[in-house]
């Protein structure tokens, strides 16, 4: 019989550069698996429907919901988000590890039902920074950036909830502090 694969959970507050780890991990670590999350938030320039995120309405996402599709879903900044289970369910299974990047609300219920998972929080080296990085990615208007960094203050709070509370300063050192982690 195969082992189950690892589900690992990252989280953290918006522009903490969870993107930027998820990517360095997937490039690195063949055996390695990231679960593409529905939501209801519009696309991106750019962002391809079924790859960044399977993107539905609300009343799709709310259908979701009430079939217990979902894993783990949370609202986030005015929108739904959420983790479909089934791929999630056939890669662990198989003996796949897979990456949940999610936010802080989310991560913190996958324990519920995966209560094996790792559970990580990225953290900033400080508020200052995160302002910066959010307000220099220039993918949010200034009205979402002012509702993430609300939504920051709060999350971060919840850090030592997790099982690993790890500072993205130098992104390098980071990553081998997640691999450590998960390997
Ligand atoms: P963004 O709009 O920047 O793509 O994502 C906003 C926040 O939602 C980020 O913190 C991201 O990690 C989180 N997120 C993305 N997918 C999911 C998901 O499936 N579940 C939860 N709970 N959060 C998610």
């Given amino acids: 019989m195969t082992t189950p694969g690892k589900l690992i959970v990252l989280t953290g507050p918006s522009g903490v550069g969870k993107g930027t780890i998820v990517r360095e991990l997937l490039a690195r670590h063949?055996?390695?698996?990231?679960?593409?999350?529905?939501?209801?938030?519009?696309?991106?320039?750019?962002?391809?429907?079924?790859?960044?995120?399977?993107?539905?309405?609300?009343?799709e996402f709310e259908a979701m919901i009430a079939a217990k599709e979902l894993l783990e879903w949370a609202e986030y900044a005015g929108n739904y988000y959420?983790?479909?289970?089934?791929?999630?369910?056939?890669?662990?299974?198989?003996?796949?590890?897979?990456?949940?990047?999610?936010?802080?609300?989310?991560a913190n219920s996958v324990k519920h039902i995966f209560p094996d998972a790792l559970r990580i929080f990225i953290l900033p080296p400080?508020?200052?920074?995160?302002?910066?990085?959010l307000q220099g990615r220039g993918t949010d208007s200034e009205e979402v950036i002012a509702k993430r960094l609300t939504r920051a203050k709060e999350e971060l709070e919840l850090s030592e909830e997790f099982d690993y509370q790890i500072v993205n300063d130098d992104?390098?050192?980071?990553?081998?502090?997640?691999?450590?982690a998960i390997f």
């Fill in 30 to 59: 063949d055996q390695l698996f990231l679960s593409i999350s529905a939501t209801t938030r519009q696309p991106r320039t750019g962002e391809v429907d079924g790859k960044d995120y399977f993107f539905k309405s609300r009343a």
């Fill in 126 to 133: 400080s508020f200052e920074v995160l302002e910066k990085r």
């Fill in 171 to 180: 992104l390098e050192a980071a990553i081998a502090e997640i691999e450590a």
């Fill in 82 to 106: 959420g983790t479909p289970l089934p791929p999630v369910a056939a890669q662990t299974t198989q003996g796949n590890s897979v990456l949940l990047e999610i936010e802080v609300v989310g």
